[in-house]
């Protein structure tokens, strides 16, 4: 990566004004990152940039780089910047705990949408991420690298949009990478555009980056405008079976919602909260199974579930676990700390799937409880279980988890 030192000084100016400065933090996986949230900003609006450096580079210096005055990104966005854990370039050990990351960004934030951008190397990660897990993203823009593995076979990866960029004149990473990452995303039948910068050599060119931006936010928007149509439709033919108590359509209207927009995300988990115990089970644990894809709405939903029905609530226990949401994190917790052994269990699998730093916590804190008042209890494994998937150590006793808690930071 060449544009560290040329690039250094031009670039020490100031964020945005409409940004507060960036943080420095340290996920429950070990990845450093940098963060610029907008100042007052609002969950669930703004875009999320998940931006990955290059090759012997580190996100402090890049976070400059992509906030500087050059840089064509929105200025309501929120930048997410992460490091690569060894030699500041990524490799195989980060897949999976930069995937964490970027799915506590979007729990934590509720993004519009979420771009990956990538120069060099942080372009070839761009380009693994989005194909390991195209759900991640709502699209993304490698710049100047090249796709790393297979087009995956599946509905999320043909949806996911990618505007590669690379210039013609590049003496690092040959122009050739991008072209054969094109094809490959071509013949997968991906959504692909190639924008090939004439006399460009290895750094990026940012009026590229806002084509990029401007290609692939006019498709999210499309597609946007007919999933809201779609759903809004589908609601109001649920809530003309919920009235007619219809109970068989009900429980299939709730189950055929599967994507929910975020505007519309209120109104679907208000009614899977009127229906979450109802007696018509089959209702109910549709209406709960809905309340999980309502994001932070849903949370609300399925707190009213108690922990003794055995029959709801390992349901709801997986429902919050799908939220994404940090405040699933409080009634997983007390899900964790009831005498039913099904429903603990169901809560710590569902916190190790919700990952992030509430999570962890609520496991160690449900890991302490059970060792006071449920030595015995299966729930045990199950935590510590959740618990390495969250942070990708390994301890059994509720006190080592706590001191490593302290020791880096995250209590």
Same mark, same amino acid.
């Given at each position: 990566?060449?544009?560290?030192?040329?690039?250094?000084? =031009?670039?020490?100016?100031?964020?945005?004004? =409409?940004?507060?400065?960036?943080?420095?933090?340290?996920?429950?996986?070990?990845?450093?990152?940098?963060?610029?949230?907008?100042?007052?900003?609002?969950?669930?609006?703004?875009?999320?940039?998940?931006?990955?450096?290059?090759?012997?580079?580190?996100?402090?210096?890049?976070?400059?780089?992509?906030?500087?005055?050059?840089?064509?990104?929105?200025?309501?966005?929120?930048?997410?910047?992460?490091?690569?854990?060894?030699?500041?370039?990524?490799?195989?050990?980060?897949?999976?705990?930069?995937?964490?990351?970027?799915?506590?960004?979007?729990?934590?934030?509720?993004?519009?949408?979420?771009?990956?951008?990538?120069?060099?190397?942080?372009?070839?990660?761009?380009?693994?991420?989005?194909?390991?897990?195209?759900?991640?993203?709502?699209?993304?823009?490698?710049?100047?690298?090249?796709?790393?593995?297979?087009?995956?076979?599946?509905?999320?990866?043909?949806?996911?949009?990618?505007?590669?960029?690379?210039?013609?004149?590049?003496?690092?990473?040959?122009?050739?990478?991008?072209?054969?990452?094109?094809?490959?995303?071509?013949?997968?039948?991906?959504?692909?555009?190639?924008?090939?910068?004439?006399?460009?050599?290895?750094?990026?060119?940012?009026?590229?980056?806002?084509?990029?931006?401007?290609?692939?936010?006019?498709?999210?928007?499309?597609?946007?405008?007919?999933?809201?149509?779609?759903?809004?439709?589908?609601?109001?033919?649920?809530?003309?079976?919920?009235?007619?108590?219809?109970?068989?359509?009900?429980?299939?209207?709730?189950?055929?919602?599967?994507?929910?927009?975020?505007? =519309?995300?209120?109104?679907?988990?208000?009614?899977?909260?009127?229906?979450? &115990?109802?007696?018509?089970?089959?209702?109910?644990?549709?209406?709960?199974?809905?309340?999980?894809?309502?994001?932070?709405?849903?949370?609300?939903?399925?707190?009213?579930?108690?922990?003794?029905?055995?029959?709801?609530?390992?349901?709801?226990?997986?429902?919050?676990?799908?939220?994404?949401?940090?405040?699933?994190?409080?009634?997983?917790?007390?899900?964790?700390? &009831?005498?039913?052994?099904?429903?603990?269990?169901?809560?710590?699998?569902?916190?190790?799937?919700?990952?992030?730093?509430?999570?962890?916590?609520?496991?160690?804190?449900?890991?302490?409880?059970?060792?006071?008042?449920?030595?015995?209890?299966?729930?045990?494994?199950?935590?510590?279980?959740?618990?390495?998937?969250?942070?990708?150590?390994?301890?059994?006793?509720?006190?080592?988890?706590?001191?490593?808690?302290?020791?880096?930071?995250?209590?």
């Amino acid at each position: 990566m060449n544009h560290s030192s040329a690039f250094a000084v =031009l670039f020490l100016v100031s964020a945005s004004a =409409l940004a507060a400065p960036p943080e420095q933090k340290v996920s429950a996986r070990g990845l450093t990152y940098q963060l610029r949230v907008p100042e007052n900003s609002a969950r669930g609006k703004h875009p999320l940039i998940v931006a990955l450096h290059g090759a012997g580079d580190n996100c402090a210096n890049f976070m400059r780089w992509i906030s500087g005055p050059q840089a064509t990104f929105a200025k309501d966005a929120i930048l997410l910047a992460p490091q690569a854990l060894k030699n500041g370039s990524w490799d195989k050990e980060d897949l999976e705990p930069l995937a964490d990351l970027v799915r506590e960004m979007k729990a934590a934030h509720a993004p519009t949408r979420t771009i990956g951008f990538g120069f060099s190397r942080g372009a070839y990660y761009t380009f693994h991420l989005g194909t390991t897990h195209p759900e991640l993203y709502d699209g993304a823009i490698p710049f100047a690298g090249g796709l790393p593995g297979a087009v995956p076979d599946s509905d999320d990866m043909r949806r996911l949009p990618f505007y590669v960029c690379h210039g013609d004149a590049d003496d690092v990473v040959p122009v050739a990478e991008s072209e054969r990452s094109v094809k490959a995303l071509e013949t997968g039948k991906v959504p692909v555009k190639f924008e090939k910068v004439a006399g460009l050599k290895h750094t990026v060119d940012w009026a590229a980056v806002k084509r990029g931006l401007d290609w692939v936010n006019g498709i999210l928007d499309e597609r946007q405008k007919a999933l809201d149509d779609e759903v809004a439709k589908k609601i109001a033919e649920l809530e003309k079976s919920l009235k007619e108590k219809s109970w068989e359509a009900a429980a299939a209207g709730f189950t055929a919602i599967t994507r929910v927009p975020a505007r =519309l995300a209120p109104k679907l988990a208000g009614l899977a909260k009127a229906h979450a &115990t109802s007696a018509e089970e089959t209702v109910a644990l549709a209406a709960i199974a809905a309340a999980g894809r309502c994001g932070t709405d849903g949370v609300a939903a399925l707190k009213g579930i108690a922990g003794t029905n055995e029959k709801l609530a390992p349901a709801a226990a997986s429902a919050l676990g799908e939220t994404g949401s940090p405040a699933a994190a409080e009634p997983l917790l007390a899900y964790l700390k &009831t005498k039913s052994d099904t429903v603990a269990t169901a809560a710590a699998e569902a916190l190790g799937k919700l990952g992030g730093d509430a999570a962890t916590g609520a496991l160690v804190a449900g890991l302490s409880n059970c060792e006071a008042l449920l030595p015995a209890s299966p729930r045990r494994d199950a935590i510590n279980t959740a618990l390495k998937k969250t942070t990708g150590q390994s301890f059994s006793k509720a006190s080592e988890w706590k001191k490593w808690l302290a020791e880096s930071g995250k209590k």
